[in-house]
């Protein structure tokens, strides 16, 4: 067995059974071992950041990693930025990086890079196996690695000659799960304190705990204290609509999440940090906390949040508290013009149960965090890192982890021509995918931001800057050219019923909404 | 006036007037600043890889540097690959890198990461300004390092703070030519005395001998000592075709450059490094050079190479020389079958004089380079560092560089769709490229590495893996949704007539070329 094999029996022990690749000549022998080792499925993507982004979507709705196979440093640089996404989304991700041989590297031959580091930027965990003999005990820590509370990419460097020399053989060695430490007595009881004040509570979520349990454990902790609870602007999966209870995601203009924290006494946390502005601007504050709020950290992203939810709900005898959770309240179809707020009352109307929503829709999809509250039960993701290009590729990921649920993908049209690539794979492996593209032909948030930070209206050629328009993006040119069956609608009409049919079709399918 | 006002004026003073960008909130101001100063020229990439790549070329036709703007460390991610191709290519770009406020870093905000760390995996010197103050003198280094010989990327980190408060004023330093160090009298005296053995002898060519003043020099020392002439596979710039000296290009694959090289007795290497494999093989020598032949290094790439081959003419004698030159050899223009062979025959009887050839053909291109030898005369654009996604980009710059000059992009359909939003801004731009996509349906190179790894027939998922025809790739819907008219070709007769009329015509355009 050589040490691809290995690498790839090792992988397949541990429980990891998807590879999303894009590989060159220093992968080939992982890329022939998928033939001779069996359990791993391969998903091709025709540009890393789909590989990367990819795996992000898979690990949030899975919570366990797949592994990515890129090609040296520069098939590695073309995966960062969606690593960054995945990094802040706390996701479990193995990645595998191709190597020149060992005895190549000091050739200096034009694809030589420093790989550690690129790997470095994103990784929790980098290693450099330098003999076959190393891949499987470095496989399984690789593996062991990605798992670190509350979940990081695990970087394995493998050097050609690695893969086609005799190896040991791979690791059976159980993966250990990952142990996450309680929080304090301490804290709790402070915390406990603080909500049973009878002051203005509030708790701030994050992480694990945005899914129907921590949800009903905080909307316990909320009934008993008459606490109000919030998220983070932009949360890696919240679960969300009718029968859940509700949290409130902070606006992603600090000068309104400032508006709705003042006069906050406390605050607790849970599986995030206080929070902060996404930008600084002059003249506003960064850090949102309200001066005068105290701040609780019930428990950080690493350690066990929901178990401090459950001691706190204990703590101030909440048990038996009932949540509250929103019903499902139908919105109807919208009529007139196509614009965010339509499109977001067509959505809520026709949201599939269950539903993946990936919300990349930037300025577009501001309103539809609100309008969607009350439709059928989803998912929420976004774009953790604040790295556009993420969206499309988060969908395909997510709808490899769950073929049975549908997966809807709002996104923005400037933000989608980062990654677009994505709906090649997506036709490919018949991922349900519903894309709808945002065409307002424009970086609008940009538009927006020029004259939040300070810059005033934005001349002629900084406007321009700022203008997809010239030409004109086609995408349903695009969608087609990438092999997924598109359609423009320019009225709300037109965008329902066009809606409606690509809910139900089998997917991938892409709808280019101009507004 | 505002930090970025007095970085963009800086710039200007400083030679530097082409800005090839993607922006986010946190440059918001140098996007405005662009509207306040005067003579700085801003392009639009609608992802950053073609920013960089565009750089790349626009420096290798103007030996000198663009600006790139991007957006914090994800930003710069996206463009690391095109990047790392810059690096290999030995050419000065500045890169300017937007950073969050100087305050608002420790608050770690969804975007930030570490951009030094992202950087230096490509740069020669990377500078992050803390006050105003510094932008000045930071700016004017930046400029200065970016030429440090044989030129490298200056990247420069620019928190937002810094570019929206009061600023000194802007520097007027002159940018002092970058001084390259001389050849010793000893090597050129080396040298000299190996070509005069009257042995086997061969002279190795790279960076900017590779035009018609160095060729022309190398010719003299051809013809005097009866040298072969080689240069790398691939080339950041070579001049090429009739009327200049041909240098021959050593091969992709190792075992031909050893085939070739064998009964070498001495090799002079000039702005290059000896020659070695792009991949190691198990069996096959990654290092090139002959058992047994000597070694001679004129002048490293850093080193003044075109001074270094005047002295060496000087001293074996060779000024009076005439060096052999090709002579204009008209092919005909090919019938039947479409292929790489015909293909070429077809670029070689059509191509125009002074044409700027960029390749990322790959598996496609192989046979190419022989074919258009004898064509008008031409540069020869390779993807210096390996990296494929460069194509596209590349020609993007050398258009904008060159605007009285045709570019044709040979791109294969595999590495096209890493960086295909390249098409927009030619678009956007009346860039005059004709881009020919060998549309193979595969990444043909894969399945001729897959053999020649060791790793042997490609097994079914192997296979898969390799191939881009499920589905297939539609280019003319693609160049269509990004504003490139485009045409389908699969006969070498319809290819001759396409390219005919889209070289006549100014592009930007497409041959979606099925192979």
């Not at 204290?225 to 009718?242: H, Q, S, V, W």
Request: aromatic share 4%.
């Amino acid at each position: 067995m050589n040490g691809a094999e290995c690498l790839l029996k090792t992988l397949v022990n541990g429980g990891v059974d998807v590879c999303f690749t894009n590989p060159g000549t220093s992968e080939m022998h992982f890329v022939a071992a998928v033939d001779r080792v069996e359990g791993m499925r391969c998903i091709l993507g025709l540009f890393e950041g789909v590989v990367s982004g990819a795996a992000d979507g898979y690990a949030r709705m899975t919570d366990k990693p797949a592994v990515t196979l890129l090609h040296l440093g520069p098939g590695l640089a073309n995966g960062l930025a969606n690593f960054h996404n995945a990094r802040k989304a706390n996701v479990p991700i193995i990645s595998v990086v191709g190597e020149h041989a060992t005895y190549h590297r000091e050739c200096d031959p034009p694809l030589h890079s420093d790989i550690s580091a690129f790997a470095k930027t994103v990784s929790g965990w980098v290693e450099c196996v330098e003999s076959p003999d190393q891949i499987p005990v470095a496989t399984h820590a690789a593996i062991q690695a990605s798992l670190t509370p509350p979940g990081q990419i695990a970087t394995l460097i493998l050097p050609a000659d690695c893969t086609w020399e005799e190896s040991n053989p791979p690791s059976t060695e159980p993966v250990v799960s990952p142990v996450y430490q309680k929080a304090s007595d301490e804290v709790i009881k402070a915390a406990a304190t603080a909500l049973r004040t009878g002051k203005q509570t509030a708790i701030l979520l994050g992480g694990r705990v945005l899914r129907q349990k921590g949800l009903n454990l905080a909307g316990k902790i909320a009934a008993k204290c008459n606490a109000r609870l919030f998220c983070d602007t932009i949360n890696a999966r919240l679960e969300r609509g009718a029968g859940l209870t509700p949290v409130f995601s902070l606006p992603y203009f600090a000068e309104k999440t400032v508006e709705i924290l003042t006069g906050l006494d406390h605050l607790v946390i849970v599986g995030t940090k206080p929070p902060v502005s996404f930008f600084a601007y002059p003249d506003v504050p960064n850090r949102l906390t309200p001066s005068g709020c105290e701040t609780h950290m019930l428990a950080r992203p690493e350690q066990d949040c929901l178990e401090a939810l459950e001691r706190l709900v204990d703590e101030i005898d909440a048990t038996n508290e009932i949540p509250r959770v929103l019903d499902l309240k139908p919105m109807g179809l919208p009529t007139g013009e196509l614009n965010p707020q339509s499109i977001g009352q067509s959505v809520a109307t026709l949201l599939p149960e269950h539903c993946i929503v990936i919300d990349e829709g930037i300025s577009s999809t501001l309103p539809l965090s609100a309008i969607t509250a009350t439709a059928m039960p989803h998912d929420w993701l976004g774009i953790a890192g604040g790295s556009i290009g993420g969206g499309m590729p988060l969908a395909t990921g997510a709808a490899v982890a769950c073929p049975d649920r549908k997966v809807l993908c709002l996104e923005a049209d400037g933000s989608g021509m980062y990654t677009l690539q994505a709906l090649w794979t997506q036709a490919r492996e018949s991922l349900d995918v519903t894309t709808v593209i945002f065409a307002n032909r424009a970086y609008r948030i940009l538009a927006m931001e020029h004259q939040r930070i300070g810059a005033g209206d934005p001349g002629p050629k900084a406007h321009d800057i700022m203008s997809l328009d010239r030409p004109e993006l086609d995408w349903v040119s695009l969608a087609t050219g990438l092999g997924v069956p598109a359609r423009r609608v320019t009225s709300a009409e037109e965008f329902n019923q066009c809606l409606e049919a690509f809910l139900k079709e089998p997917g991938p399918n892409l709808i280019e909404a101009i507004i």
